[in-house]
Nanobody, 124 residues
């Protein structure tokens, strides 16, 4: 059974940092690109970042470049999102997702498994 379990969300002041984790199981982690997607209150899903199956390629939405860093630990089958210089507009539920296609870059928005989400709130 494929499982994705996020953790690391919370309340942080503007300018602060958080590191999200996504522990995975039930599939060969190294074979699949992974992504982070978020949903702000009252808005639709927004792609945040992707990392290729081998971790060698990473991609970010423009507003997050230089602030967020996606990474993966193959020994722990875990995906991470380091978020720095957080802004109020980063407030959202953050989801990790497994890309459908094997060995991809994670740029085609086709995902077959999602985590339950972790809330990130950036506020004074």
């Amino acid at each position: 059974e494929v499982q994705l379990v996020e953790s690391g969300g919370g309340l942080v002041h503007p300018g602060g940092s958080l590191r999200l984790s996504c522990a995975t199981s039930g599939f060969t982690f190294n074979d699949y690109a992974m992504v982070w997607v978020r949903q702000a209150p009252g808005k639709g899903l927004e792609w945040v970042s992707s990392i290729s199956s081998n971790g060698g390629d990473t991609y970010y939405t423009e507003s997050m470049k230089g602030r967020f860093t996606i990474s993966r630990d193959t020994a722990k089958n875990t995906l991470y999102l380091q978020m720095n210089s957080l802004k109020s507009e980063d407030t959202a539920v953050y989801y990790c997702a497994k890309v459908l296609i094997r060995y991809g870059l994670g740029l085609i928005p086709e995902y077959d498994y999602w985590g339950q989400g972790t809330q990130v709130t950036v506020s004074n």
